[in-house]
């Protein structure tokens, strides 16, 4: 049965022949065949100060490209031709001689803290340039970012689906032992770069969130003892709280697909529900009204829908019901628990947690329910959140013991390429955001 929004490079790219009649496309409908070779030689530097940048951004394109499993690096060892300068041809034969089927040239150039790079993609079966070069201009100290939008592009360019490299992920830091675990948030850029605190660690904090711009994160803080959504206002890090009455609990919140509204789960005398507040206004909406559980609401990329968790059968499964409220549909009936469900960026799967048979599981369903696939399997793996783009996710794993750990990890939707996120210290709870501006 086909598999739509798993990984595979389309046959022809595999015979430099068969390569020859159509352009360098990488097409994404089933399992993956062998990753496309992709070369980049140091991009030049068109002036003295930009020797360091140039061969930087070069690596890092790289490192974005093949860390996503579907590129591999032909070695600088194995070039024949050299690249001299931005605007010289290219020796097609030689590119195809060391089995590159894509070539990647750049040029930078450093004026003051002004960073421009200049950068083409080519198709070296087909002997022609991928669409046109295209011009970046930026800051020296921004040059990571420089080079996640370069691979962005080159990414798009060949699958035909958006990038994701400059992104950020929000997140719990972790720190101290098990029994006494210091918590607060922080953001960094996908891969780990660029570490930011935002929060001390005085309170505990949980689930933080991304707004759909990116610009604000919600979280749920126990600051004040009892559990508060919080809006943090990431340029200036100011804040404010999520108004509720004395003795309700108030938790796992998302924004709306505008931004404007939140919606959360609401403890009141011992029943949880969904609820729905305009940050504007601070008018209050009650969504569900069952005596049972019903918690970790996620709205669908059009916003007309919601899934949440719910224990309203005997067991944690998982629903979807309109955006206002009403009857709600059961879609997991799989064997265990199901949990922290998460609408995909494209809107056709559900990202979910898994509890069954002592394991946990990141998995992920079609919205009707069927085609269950579960692409983690460990002690304790949790809280998926997905890439901007629909095709990576990644979520919390936690280490067996009384000394367990918490860390990230990422993994395709295909159930490969699962790897660590670098991250220093422990850390879990993260929440992609969007491409930047």
Do not use: C
Not at 16 to 28: D, F, M, V, Y
Not at 110 to 124: A, E
Not at 226 to 250: C, D, H, K, W, Y
Not at 277 to 299: F, K, N, Y
């Amino acid at each position: 049965m086909k598999r739509l929004l798993t990984l595979l490079l389309a046959l022809m790219l595999a015979s430099p022949a068969l390569a020859q009649s159509g352009p360098l496309r990488l097409t994404i409908t089933d399992g993956v065949i062998e990753p496309i070779t992709v070369a980049v030689p140091t991009f030049q530097a068109e002036n003295g100060a930009a020797g360091q940048v140039a061969a930087d951004i070069s690596r890092l394109v790289v490192q974005d490209l093949a860390g996503t499993g579907l590129f591999r690096e032909v070695p600088a060892s194995a070039f024949i031709s050299q690249v001299s300068s931005f605007v010289q041809p290219v020796a097609y034969a030689d590119w195809r001689a060391v089995n590159a089927q894509g070539l990647i040239t750049g040029a930078v150039t450093v004026n003051g803290n002004q960073l421009v790079v200049k950068f083409r993609l080519y198709d070296v079966f087909s002997g022609q340039e991928l669409g046109q070069g295209q011009q970046l201009v930026g800051t020296v100290d921004g040059w990571r970012r420089m080079a996640h939008k370069v691979a962005d592009a080159t990414y798009s360019r060949i699958t035909g689906e958006g990038g994701y490299f400059d992104s950020r992920v929000v997140f719990v830091s972790e720190s101290g032992p098990k029994d006494n675990r210091q918590k607060r948030l922080a953001i960094m850029d996908y891969d780990g770069a660029n570490l930011q605190f935002l929060t001390d660690s005085s309170a505990i904090v949980l689930a933080p969130r991304f707004s759909p711009n990116g610009d604000r994160v919600l979280y749920t803080s126990f600051e004040s003892g009892f559990p508060r959504i919080n809006v943090l206002n990431v340029g200036n890090v100011s804040r404010q709280q999520l108004g509720t009455a004395q003795g309700e609990m108030a938790f796992s919140p998302r924004f709306s697909r505008d931004g404007r509204q939140v919606i959360y789960s609401l403890s009141n005398g011992g029943n949880t529900d969904i609820y729905r507040t305009d940050l504007g206004t601070g008018q209050h909406v009650r969504l569900t009204s069952a005596p049972s559980i019903e918690t970790a609401p996620s709205l669908s990329p059009d916003g007309s829908q919601i899934v949440f968790e719910s224990d309203r059968s005997g067991t944690q499964q998982l629903y979807i019901m309109p955006a206002n409220g009403g009857d709600a549909r059961r879609i997991s009936f799989g064997d265990g628990r199901y949990g922290t469900p998460v609408w995909s960026p494209r809107g056709d799967l559900v990202a979910f947690t898994k509890q069954n048979a002592g394991r946990f599981h990141i998995g992920v369903m079609r919205t009707d329910g069927s085609e269950e696939r579960l692409l983690t399997s460990s002690f304790l793996d949790e809280g998926p959140t997905w890439s901007p783009n629909g095709r990576v996710i990644m979520f919390s794993r936690e280490t067996q013991g009384a000394g367990g750990t918490s860390s990230m990890y990422s993994v395709d939707i295909s159930g490969r390429n699962l790897k660590a996120v670098p991250v220093q210290g422990g850390a879990s709870d993260p929440s992609w955001g969007p491409l930047q501006p």
